[in-house]
């Protein structure tokens, strides 16, 4: 089976620091990969590096596109990426503020990425925003209402709405619980865990949180100083750590 996502020799350095280096992984069609590892690990640029956000120094992040096949998104004009990113990509950001249009209305929010599409029709695309805020355990009543006014919880399961309504194939996400309470997280991993499954959806999770990567992500990638340093299925990772850095990452979790 062809890779949805191939990633080969991504590097990306600050200077004499290093953001990631030679990274690669396969990522196939309605699998989920969880990339953890402490602060500086690497492992935000390489999220970013892999979503467009950031250029590297080399390496090539090849994409299996609906209408041509695999392509080094890499080498893709302005505009295609572009589009990729509004109809087989999303990014879940950590804050939801950055996610978001702040000034528009939750349905709004929804909206414009279908717009952004080709969607015209008023009442389709408002039928189409509430049926997914509904999916996200948000109120029909607060379609028009504006995320400032939500909770922090509320305000992401609303980016993930805006997120996957126009059915992206791949989604990235960038420590999606950081910064939510505990008992909001249970209920935000139960509902990603949910729709990952219903839509059979492809992603790529970077997390610090061990126990996001274990309810969510089928494989694991551990991450130290920009490089990975052991991967595999996630339960075996956990369960049995080959690597010391890993060994670490796992009994000071257990120790707390």
Request: proline share 4%; glycine share 10%; net charge negative.
């Amino acid at each position: 089976m062809t890779p949805l996502l191939s990633v080969h020799g991504l590097t990306k350095t600050y200077g004499a620091q290093i953001g990631c280096a030679d990274v690669a992984l396969e990522l196939h069609p309605g699998e989920v990969l969880g990339v953890v590892g402490e602060s500086g690990s690497g492992k935000s640029t390489l999220l970013s590096c892999m979503a467009g956000h950031l250029t590297p120094d080399a390496g090539e992040v090849v994409f299996d596109t609906r209408a041509e096949g695999p392509r080094d998104v890499l080498k893709m004009s302005e505009p295609e990426r572009r589009m990729l990113g509004r109809t087989d990509w999303a990014f879940v950001h950590q804050n939801p503020r950055d996610g978001l249009r702040m000034g528009v209305s939750a349905g709004g929010n929804v909206g414009e990425r279908l717009m952004a599409v080709g969607a015209r029709h008023y009442g389709e695309i408002r039928e189409a925003a509430t049926d997914w805020l509904a999916r996200v355990e948000i109120a029909e009543t607060r379609v028009d209402d504006r995320p400032s006014t939500f909770s922090g919880g509320m305000q992401q399961r609303l980016q993930i709405a805006r997120n996957l309504v126009t059915a992206p194939r791949l989604v990235f996400m960038d420590e999606p619980t950081g910064g939510l309470d505990v008992s909001v997280q249970a209920r935000l991993l139960d509902l990603l865990r949910g729709l990952v499954r219903d839509l059979g959806l492809s992603a790529i999770v970077v997390t610090h949180d061990l126990a996001v990567t274990r309810l969510l992500a089928h494989r694991l990638m551990v991450m130290k100083g920009g490089r990975v340093v052991e991967a595999g299925l996630t339960d075996q990772v956990l369960d049995d750590p080959q690597h010391p850095y890993t060994q670490l990452l796992v009994s000071s979790v257990l120790q707390v």
